[in-house]
């Protein structure tokens, strides 16, 4: 199983977004987490379609984007052919979520289903056999900068469980007041890939923060395989 970080873009300097994704590509990121809010869904509004497509033209790097927004169905296509790699759809926010998946994978994507802090994993399990990832929330979407909460590592937890006893080999993602000081927490509890977005673009030395999440992601990746 491979062990990832997944920057935020959220928390990069959006007057410098092509020095930041280079900075993350130089040393050692191969995913991007790109939050995508409507301001409906989450209290917030961030990017959309047209800096989606943007950053597709000037990285290889994978786009790991995060749907916080109503009826997300509605632009699964658009975000497709944007460039997304991975869309992520919140299984509170879909009015059938198992279609949804499908249309994701059926464009040749990877498909996606997130959970809110107070969402119980088991809602989701059903929906494990459609989904290559399982994001769970660990702060409250729409925001970032938020603390860690702790009753979350019990849906990374149960997800996990299930992973190994279904046989499936989805992803476990985990998103919301990571920092190098708490981020095994959400490792020894299942996860393989962490995003980080005030704990890397927040830091004095963004580059040097990097390198500490892909040193403990690789003791892990090590003990795993």
Do not use: W
């Not at 949804?100 to 498909?111: F, H, Q, V």
């Not at 399982?134 to 409250?140: D, T």
């Not at 299930?162 to 708490?182: C, F, T």
């Not at 977005?197 to 927040?202: H, L, M, P």
Request: proline share 4%; charged share 25%; with cysteine.
């Amino acid at each position: 199983m491979n062990y990832l970080l997944s920057p935020s873009l959220l928390s990069a300097d959006f007057t410098q977004l092509g020095r930041d994704i280079e900075l993350c590509k130089k040393n050692g990121v191969k995913y991007l987490h790109v939050d995508v809010m409507d301001g409906v869904f989450v209290p917030n509004i961030s990017i959309g379609i047209p800096v989606v497509k943007s950053i597709r033209k000037i990285t290889p790097l994978v786009l790991d984007v995060h749907l916080m927004i109503t009826e997300p169905e509605r632009y699964i296509e658009a975000f497709s052919e944007a460039g997304s790699d991975i869309i992520n759809i919140h299984y509170e926010a879909c009015s059938d979520c198992a279609a949804a998946l499908k249309k994701i994978r059926a464009l040749g994507k990877k498909s996606a289903v997130t959970i809110k802090p107070k969402t119980d994993y088991n809602s989701i399990l059903p929906l494990m056999e459609l989904a290559d990832m399982a994001l769970v929330m660990s702060v409250e979407p729409g925001f970032g900068g938020q603390s860690f909460i702790e009753s979350t590592l019990k849906n990374i937890e149960g997800l996990a469980e299930y992973r190994q006893k279904s046989g499936l080999g989805y992803d476990i993602e985990v998103d919301g007041g990571v920092y190098i000081d708490n981020v095994r927490r959400p490792l020894d509890a299942g996860a393989n890939i962490i995003v980080a977005g005030s704990a890397v673009f927040g830091s004095a030395d963004p580059a040097e923060t990097i390198r500490e999440f892909n040193a403990v992601l690789g003791e892990y990746e090590k003990r795993g395989n």
